[in-house]
């Protein structure tokens, strides 16, 4: 058990609703990184956070996503206007302070936009 | 554009057997961690390497980082029905620490 929480752990949504994950790391991990898993590939980077600043958001983070870290603990992932392309596994990485290459993933949230 | 193939994608195999799972790249990784995968949970992190020629043993697994840390292998030996699971090898380069993954292996080992 890593310790972190995913939330909600499933979302089914209707196209064109928003949606808002949330993860809870435990403490002292500095750098949070936001991954995307289709059926039948690996994760892909989404985004991170060093504290409460977002240093890097991948291309595949279209203007309807939008993630935040406000306090450098919890962060929310948010999806405006949902589309069936969306359709996913979301999942967040908290890193340990002074070793960033390890990542400890949570369990996820599983999206399915109908 | 770092990439990592992963090899074999799918692998069913006979409980007792051996396998081996490789990762490649052209590019260079600061790090080379696995991870095992269970269906509708996320990645659990099985080892990391960081020297280039590395090797790390849990249990019956074995893990390699190549002398030029650009390929790893996983090896399973007398593999059990418990080991069945997707396996992922995933690289951090040295931009932020993100990762960069293979597609996985899924790995069926069958009593």
């Known amino acids: 058990d890593t310790g972190v929480s995913q939330n909600p752990r499933h979302k089914i949504t209707k196209r064109g609703q928003n949606v808002t994950f949330r993860c809870d790391p435990i403490?002292?991990?500095?750098?949070l990184y936001w991954y995307r898993q289709t059926l039948g590939q690996g994760p892909e980077f989404l985004t991170y956070?060093?504290?409460?600043?977002?240093?890097?958001k991948s291309r595949l983070l279209s203007d309807r996503f939008s993630a935040e870290r406000p306090k450098g603990s919890f962060s929310t992932l948010e999806i405006q206007r949902t589309e069936q392309g969306d359709s996913a596994m979301y999942l967040c990485?908290?890193?340990?302070?002074?070793?960033?290459?390890?990542?400890?993933f949570g369990p996820g949230t599983r999206l399915t936009v109908l | 554009t770092q990439l990592l193939e992963q090899s074999p994608q799918f692998l069913s195999i006979q409980e007792g057997e051996n396998l081996t799972v490789y990762c490649n790249s052209s590019?260079?990784?600061?790090?080379l961690q696995w991870y095992r995968q269970e269906p509708g949970e996320g990645p659990v992190l099985l080892v990391t390497?960081?020297?280039?020629?590395e090797v790390k043993k849990l249990k019956r697994l074995t893990f390699q980082f190549g002398d030029a840390r650009k390929d790893s292998s996983l090896h399973i030996t007398a593999a059990q029905p418990g080991d069945t699971g997707l396996y992922l090898c995933?690289?951090?380069?040295?931009?932020?620490?993100?990762?960069?993954f293979g597609q996985g292996t899924e790995l069926s080992v069958k009593p």
């Open positions: 995933a690289g951090a380069g040295n931009q932020g620490g993100k990762l960069i």
């Open positions: 403490s002292e991990h500095n750098r």
């Open positions: 956070f060093q504290n409460e600043a977002q240093l890097e």
């Open positions: 990485a908290p890193s340990p302070s002074g070793n960033t290459d390890t990542q400890y």
């Open positions: 390497v960081v020297t280039g020629g």
């Open positions: 590019s260079v990784f600061s790090s």
